[in-house]
């Protein structure tokens, strides 16, 4: 399948303190994939979303999307970060917190109105949440905010979606939430890319993978590269252990 | 109520308002500290400025505070960015060195300059009523007032403009810069705002008393809504009522009116925390104690729901033997159990009634599958399940 490509990355490098994280990264993601990002601790897989999405600044290295730079191309673009990455006692609902998924198309200074407040509403809906609407974010349970989390991405109504550890710390039941709303994004010719921690689920849930360790070890089709080569060249001698994890 | 008293207390107001709304803000981004170090960085703003005007509320004085004062922000992230130091460190590093220029340079021209250092840390608000601007022979009313109503209409104004783009990035910083929103220009422009309503109010209630003003009345509103929205009103409220009360008490004590409002936020944030309906002391402690009760009540229903086919483990007697619980523990659960109909006492021997055991089942099934949608039901009922 030589499909477009969706997301272009050409020497990347990314350092914090003179210390690179992320070292010459080559990597070309096609349209309409479900891919992981894989690799261990600080392996560098959130810092190549936030380098993608221009959160943070890269030493070296350009990121196309759709062939243009993130910046303007941003509207093709959802982002789903960490959920740990922000405070959950922030005095907001949980459809406010969706409608904040409208706030890119908008622009600055520009308010949510009427029709921002539905689409919100159906993203709620579609991740099982919509009778939460109104409930204060830090009544939710772990599993409810990373649905919320989901929808806000959702609601901007993306072509590529950059999710970081969606599955981190949910209970089981929204974790098959999740991964079926993933695939049907998808089917709908969607790009997802995804952190991703278990090995275990990776052929079950992706079709494409990279495996990262501050260098790009290898990308394609998991079906062709997910085996115990890569796994070691990626983690080591003792990625089994890493898998039983 | 005299004119000079109205107007006092409009300036008390205007200035509570001007700093509630980026108080909100720096206490929802955990950044309090900031503002103690703004409060006493803007002194060589504010000295220099004053040695070139020699006019304390000259735009010129208003502008060089105001960039001391953003000044420190960005030496503070230098610092921290160094990796060597954590924040507050480098906060505590900065603001004394800003500081002391400031009060080095006061002191090197105490002679020529009628510019000291009380005034500038602690304001006078009985004074202001007396610096006033004047047009020919109309009285246009207080400087301060002119001065702290043109940063508080500029506020509102940025705050309305910008409400989203400060919500989005104060909630989360990741999502806003994807979205294009540059939580740098966001950030910035906070600290600017903070930076100049701070050199604004310092003149009225003073540099440190300025500090209260921001954080108080944001942290008191904290604690009783869940709304960002309702979070500003409420801090501009408290910030109101500390204004007018804090006058008043000083009318009566004969004390100072800066330090009165300050003792009055004080005291209505402290009725806060002890009262709130669900962040406040008293409510956690019971819902605590409630839990507590709870768990043992559990454990209690588990013990009898695991043993349903043997008496001698039901006995009343037995419990305290087999479970290990004091008699008064003991007591406190067979008598809240047999409030709820969960058991039935019969000859000492208890037994789980339907209720009873329904709930036990439920709470087993919740405790080991650990579901989303079980949970809910449980909320209702108990506190135990509501974090």
């Known amino acids: 399948m030589e499909d477009q490509i969706a997301v272009k990355i050409d020497d990347l490098t990314v350092a914090y303190d003179y210390k690179p994280v992320l070292w010459d990264i080559d990597l070309a993601i096609p349209e309409g994939v479900l891919m992981a990002i894989v690799g261990p601790n600080g392996a560098g897989k959130s810092t190549l979303i936030k380098a993608i999405l221009d959160i943070l600044k890269p030493i070296a290295g350009s990121v196309e999307i759709y062939g243009k730079p993130y910046k303007k191309n941003r509207a093709l673009v959802a982002y789903v970060p960490q959920k740990g990455s922000v405070d959950w006692d922030f005095p907001t609902t949980a459809l406010d917190v969706v409608m904040m998924g409208t706030y890119g198309s908008l622009g600055w200074i520009k308010r949510p109105g009427q029709k921002e407040k539905k689409a919100a509403l159906e993203a709620l809906e579609k991740v099982g949440m919509l009778s939460f609407k109104s409930r204060q974010i830090s009544q939710l349970s772990g599993g409810q905010q990373q649905r919320i989390f989901l929808a806000r991405a959702l609601v901007q109504n993306a072509s590529i979606y950059f999710m970081d550890e969606p599955f981190q710390g949910v209970d089981a039941t929204t974790e098959k939430a999740i991964i079926n709303i993933l695939k049907e994004l998808r089917k709908a010719g969607k790009t997802v890319v995804v952190v991703h921690h278990d090995l275990q689920t990776v052929p079950e849930y992706f079709d494409w993978v990279t495996f990262l360790n501050v260098k790009k070890i290898a990308t394609g089709p998991v079906k062709d590269i997910f085996n115990d080569d890569n796994l070691t060249k990626t983690y080591g001698i003792n990625y089994k252990v890493a898998i039983t994890q | ?387």
Request: proline share 2%.
């Open chain 2, 1 to 387: 109520m005299n004119s000079a008293q109205i107007e006092i207390q409009l300036i008390a107001s205007l200035v509570a308002i001007a700093c509630a709304i980026p108080g909100t803000f720096l206490v929802l981004r955990k950044m309090a500290l900031i503002t103690d170090a703004i409060s006493h960085s803007i002194l060589p703003g504010i000295v220099i400025g004053f040695f070139i005007t020699h006019d304390l509320s000259s735009p010129l004085l208003i502008l060089l505070a105001t960039a001391s004062g953003v000044l420190t922000v960005v030496l503070v992230e230098f610092i921290q960015k160094t990796g060597l130091v954590k924040e507050d460190t480098a906060i505590g590093l900065v603001f004394p060195a800003l500081f002391s220029i400031g009060i080095i340079l006061i002191s090197k021209n105490a002679s020529d300059v009628h510019l000291d250092i009380d005034a500038v840390l602690l304001g006078e608000l009985a004074f202001a009523p007396f610096d006033r601007i004047t047009v020919g022979t109309t009285d246009l009313g207080p400087k301060s007032l002119w001065i702290i109503g043109s940063i508080l209409i500029t506020t509102l104004l940025l705050l309305i403009a910008f409400f989203k783009e400060l919500k989005v990035s104060t909630f989360d910083k990741g999502l806003a810069a994807s979205l294009g929103f540059s939580p740098a220009i966001i950030h910035y422009g906070l600290m600017t705002v903070s930076s100049v309503t701070t050199v604004g109010a310092f003149d009225a209630v003073g540099a440190i008393l300025v500090i209260a003003l921001m954080i108080a009345p944001a942290a008191t509103a904290y604690l009783l809504t869940q709304d960002l929205k309702k979070m500003l009103l409420l801090a501009t409220l408290f910030g109101i009522t500390g204004a007018i009360l804090g006058y008043w008490s000083a009318h009566l004590l004969d004390a100072s009116i800066s330090g009165s409002i300050t003792t009055v936020l004080g005291i209505v944030f402290l009725l806060v925390y002890l009262f709130a309906k669900n962040k406040g002391l008293i409510s956690v402690l019971y819902r605590q104690k409630q839990q507590q009760k709870e768990v043992l009540l559990l454990t209690f229903l588990l013990h009898l729901h695991n043993h349903s086919d043997e008496e001698e483990e039901r006995k009343v007697a037995h419990l305290n033997d087999h479970i290990n619980w004091q008699k008064v523990k003991s007591r406190t659960v067979l008598s809240l159990a047999l409030k709820n109909n969960m058991i039935t006492i019969d000859n000492q021997i208890i037994a789980l009634t339907d209720k009873g055991k329904t709930f036990t089942e439920e709470a087993i099934n919740y405790i080991i599958t650990n579901k989303d949608t079980e949970i809910e039901k449980m909320k209702d009922r108990f506190f135990l399940f509501r974090g």
